[in-house]
């Protein structure tokens, strides 16, 4: 390299040939531009004179001009200029051996490109054929050895490749590699990040006593690092921290989800003189409970991301729905979900799913049974150190099972019932004892019903909450390392006011954090990483060489390659390790004496042979345009090119026009919400996506309604119960505004059951116990809102009553509500017909459905979702495909009628719920019946349909 004051010249020779640009700019000037040949008509006079030669005026003064300037960029081009300020002459040291040190811990990430703008500019000094070398001071598995020779062009290629880590620099540990390597530099180039961590004054003192040292110094601007964060319930104070603590400085710090969305920003303000600032957030505590790290606004580098975990940030909760999907809001998991989602994060899924993620919690709304397998693995979890949080209603009062934390008997106590209250109980006061000790009791609660503990002499130990009465309100027991909770009352307002109060969100606070326990000892726990920072502060999934971390570790492990700052999922669930987590940023304020800075100006180095090559180039494009131009090489528009124009544009106008057309066939159709929706008005066949494992069998029941019956062993019944729902739903057609579509045949271990939302089960005389997974389908579907009817078709045996005996060993596992009769005023017998009777094959049978538990306050949406009975209503209703009935009923034609107009009541209410439960419909419906005593002939029928006489 030659200098030249601040340029450097990489080929100083090649301007000698500027000495050239007189004689070419002679040469120039002395030839115009080619003549333009312009025949005209009076030419032809001229025929016969002869030609005499004429000497060609001059170039123009500013084509020549453009010329001269190409050539004189070319020829600067090819000698290849650098601008660097930071240059020197060469000197002898300078002939040397360099060596190139760059930090490239987290704390060089916001001037990352600073730094290796000043590395690469330091190649371009000194001897071009010197060996160069390099030193990173971040420790990793593959650092390149200092001793290794690369020659310039490589050593630029390969700091262009370099990355800033996440870890801090060791520059210790650099120092001993490059003292083991024997490699002596005769100049040594440090660009470095300018803190003092992990002795960087002494560093610097180190590498100065080797060769002559060349510093360029980028310390991070603004806040260079977050430290840590305090939280509380509905607030959270993030403190950062800067290098330099003169003047003012301001900032902003971003809340963000594990996705990157910003829920809050808050600002961060530097106080002359001062090193550290605080952040403070408040917010509520929902959108509190979302947040999954914070970072420096504008400020990149793995420094300035602090990551919350999910132990500092919110308890992990997994739900087990036992309620209604259907209507969501009427489901004991709604209250349960608003009351967690301040300080929880939520997730819900099945039980074997649930075990598998080891939450702190999992919570059961009154689940009644749960399957062999399924307890197992709660049993195991709970043992491991989990808490199983349940809360009673009429399922597990009919059925309990050993997952609890006292025995309950086997029936509830409500206002009127057998275990009969006066009134509606209040809460006591919370003992001393119970983690609930300390919080108000609400003095509006009333507990109208509850599941009772058998008395015993633990039952005292184990009472967290009583009632006035003195009565167990929740119990909990240890089980291994984990703990069982039992809330005897509902989740809901079903049975009691306590979802209601604020008190209730707190109990559940305390119940989780009281239960919560670990899946093991987090003493002995391990963490496995599972996101991980890169230098940039960007989450990435965990790269090949980190490893997992123990629980003990966390608080005292510096991030490194091999725990790289990041998530860790464990036993407890996730746990963060910060690069900034207690970091002090201070600059280097002693450098060594001989050492020489640089400032920002003179680290840069700009390389000029691109731009003036190109420069030239556009110069010479510029004159050819202007020489063919002149000579009338160029294209001329006249009036055929501009009409040719013309007409092209018009085609263009008018194979677009259908285009524009089909794109503006749209209208608008208002909606609901008083916002309108553009539709299309041209009829289109939209294709739906085909989605891998989708049987056409499951398209078309999405599409379309109908009604499923179970497949059995026995043939003749399937088809039966076939040519059943087959009369049913055309009956349904003809009668109302369902229009069902031909019935389906399920298996219930294999197809998707929720699609349909009535199915008929008609129980053959021999047959298996269902499969465990049947079951766990069935319980599934009952649980969303499906509805199951189950006929015995027992019911030509003398007596009313249903043997259900079959039932508990075929249907062993669903958990079934307790069952009650259909009563007189109950919405079934007046959802669409006016019934007194549920007639099929045969009459006089009684219909069991859930029991709702207290007639002034229904259960849910007080729609039954099971329906037991014997009368064979398949055969009543069963046609074929001309419509004729198949088989005979005991009550004749009148009993079939009122066996389908069950049928459709059936649906109706399975459809729309208990609407006509409204005692709003009562007053029109006593006036028609008087109208149709009055009007009506003595022998006419007497029952109302819904919308019409029959």
Aim: aromatic residues 6%; glycine residues 10%; proline residues 8%.
């Amino acid at each position: 390299m030659t200098a030249l004051g601040p340029f450097l010249l990489g080929a100083p020779w090649a301007l000698a040939a500027l000495v050239a640009l007189p004689v070419i700019w002679w040469v120039l000037r002395a030839t115009p531009p080619a003549p333009k040949d312009i025949e005209l008509p009076s030419l032809a006079l001229l025929d016969g004179v002869e030609p005499r030669e004429e000497t060609p005026a001059r170039t123009p003064w500013w084509v020549w001009l453009i010329r001269t300037l190409a050539v004189a960029a070319a020829i600067i081009g090819l000698a290849q200029p650098v601008y660097a300020p930071g240059a020197r002459m060469e000197t002898a040291e300078g002939t040397g051996s360099l060596l190139i040190v760059v930090d490239n811990g987290w704390a060089s990430a916001p001037r990352w490109p600073e730094l290796i703008n000043a590395a690469s500019a330091t190649l371009d000094t000194g001897n071009r054929d010197a060996p160069v070398h390099l030193l990173l001071t971040a420790p990793q598995q593959f650092n390149p050895d200092p001793a290794e020779r690369v020659s310039r062009a490589d050593m630029d290629k390969r700091l262009s490749s370099l990355r800033p880590q996440a870890w801090a620099p060791d520059r210790q540990d650099a120092l001993k590699r490059l003292k083991d390597s024997g490699f002596n530099p005769d100049r040594i180039f440090w660009a470095s990040d300018g803190l003092e961590s992990d002795g960087g004054q002494a560093f610097a003192t180190e590498l100065a006593n080797m060769a002559p040292l060349t510093v360029f110094a980028g310390p991070p601007p603004g806040a260079a690092v977050i430290s840590g964060i305090q939280a509380q319930t509905d607030s959270v104070s993030v403190t950062a921290r800067r290098a330099s603590p003169r003047g003012e400085a301001t900032g902003f710090v971003s809340a963000l989800t594990l996705d990157g969305s910003a829920l809050a920003t808050a600002p961060l303000t530097f106080a002359d003189g001062e090193t550290e600032a605080v952040a403070d957030f408040r917010i509520p505590a929902a959108a509190l409970a979302r947040i999954a790290r914070f970072n420096v606004t504008g400020q990149q580098g793995a420094g300035t991301v602090w990551l919350w975990d999910s132990s500092d940030r919110s308890r992990r909760v997994g739900l087990v729905d036992a309620g209604s999907a259907s209507q969501p809001l009427l489901s004991d998991m709604h209250y349960i979900r608003k009351a967690l989602e301040p300080f929880a994060t939520i997730s819900e899924g099945s039980i074997e799913n649930l075990v598998a993620a080891s939450p702190d919690a999992i919570i059961m709304s009154d689940i009644g049974q749960i399957l062999p397998h399924d307890a197992e693995l709660l049993h195991k979890w709970v043992e491991d150190g989990g808490a199983l949080i349940r809360f009673a209603g009429p399922r597990l009062a009919a059925q309990g099972d050993d997952l609890l934390p006292v025995a309950l008997r086997r029936s509830s106590r409500a206002l009127g019932g057998a275990l009969a209250w006066d009134e509606p109980q209040a809460m006591a006061p919370f003992p001393e004892a119970s983690p609930f000790a300390g919080l108000n009791v609400p003095p509006e609660v009333r507990i109208r019903q509850q599941v009772l503990a058998r008395p015993g002499p633990e039952l005292a130990s184990k009472t967290w909450a009583r009632l006035a009465d003195g009565s167990p309100l929740v119990t909990a027991d240890q089980r291994g390392k984990g703990t069982l909770i039992l809330f005897h009352t509902t989740a809901g307002p079903d049975w009691a006011d306590l979802a209601y109060s604020g008190t209730f969100s707190q109990m559940l606070r305390r119940s989780i954090a009281a239960g919560r326990g670990e899946a093991v000892n987090d003493a002995e726990g391990s963490y496995s990483p599972l996101l991980t920072l890169d230098g940039y502060g960007r989450l990435s999934p965990a790269g090949p060489n980190a490893a997992p971390l123990k629980a003990t570790d966390f608080g005292t492990v510096k991030p490194s390659e091999a725990h790289p700052p990041g998530l860790y999922q464990g036993p407890a669930g996730t746990r963060a390790l910060n690069a900034g987590a207690g970091e002090r940023p201070v600059l280097i304020v002693n450098w060594p004496v001989s050492a020489r800075l640089l400032g920002d100006a003179e680290a840069r180095s700009l390389r000029l042979a691109g731009p003036l090559l190109g420069f030239a180039a556009l110069l010479l494009a510029l004159d050819l345009f202007i020489a063919l131009s002149v000579s009338g090489r160029l294209p001329r528009f006249g009036r055929k090119a501009a009409s040719a124009g013309i007409l092209l544009a018009a085609g263009f106008l008018v194979l677009s026009a259908p285009q524009q057309a089909d794109a503006q066939a749209f209208q608008y159709e208002l909606m609901p919400d008083g916002s309108y929706r553009r539709v299309t008005t041209e009829g289109r066949t939209i294709r739906l996506p085909n989605t891998p494992g989708t049987s056409q069998k499951e398209v078309n029941a999405a599409l379309d309604m109908r009604l499923a019956y179970v497949e059995t062993p026995d043939r003749a019944l399937n088809e039966r119960t076939r040519a059943g729902l087959f009369g049913l739903s055309n009956v349904l057609r003809l009668r109302t505004s369902v229009e069902p579509a031909e019935p389906d045949g399920i298996n219930l271990e294999t197809d998707s059951l929720e699609l349909y939302p009535l199915i008929y089960f008609n129980i053959p005389d021999s047959m298996p116990p269902l499969s465990e997974a049947a079951i766990t389908n069935l319980n599934t579907y009952l649980r969303s809102g499906g509805a199951l009817v189950i006929d015995t078709r027992a019911g030509g045996t003398i007596g009313t009553e249903t043997d259900v005996s079959r039932l508990e060993t075929l249907l062993e596992g669903l958990d079934a509500p307790p069952l009650q009769p259909v009563g007189e005023n109950h919405v079934l017998t007046r959802s669409f017909y006016l019934l007194d009777d549920f007639p099929g094959r045969y009459a006089h049978r009684r219909l069991w459905i859930e029991q709702a538990g207290d007639a002034s306050a229904p259960r849910g949406d007080g729609v039954s979702r099971l329906f037991i009975g014997d009368a064979d209503w398949a055969s009543a209703w069963a046609v074929d495909d001309r419509g004729r009935d198949l088989y005979s009923v005991d009550g004749g034609e009148q009993q079939r009628e009122m066996s389908r107009r069950f049928g459709v009541n059936l649906v109706m209410y399975v459809l729309t719920g208990n609407y006509k439960d409204d005692q709003v419909h009562l007053p029109a419906l006593l006036e028609r019946l008087g109208e149709g005593e009055d009007e009506n002939a003595p022998g006419s029928p007497t029952n109302i349909i819904d919308g019409g006489p029959q």
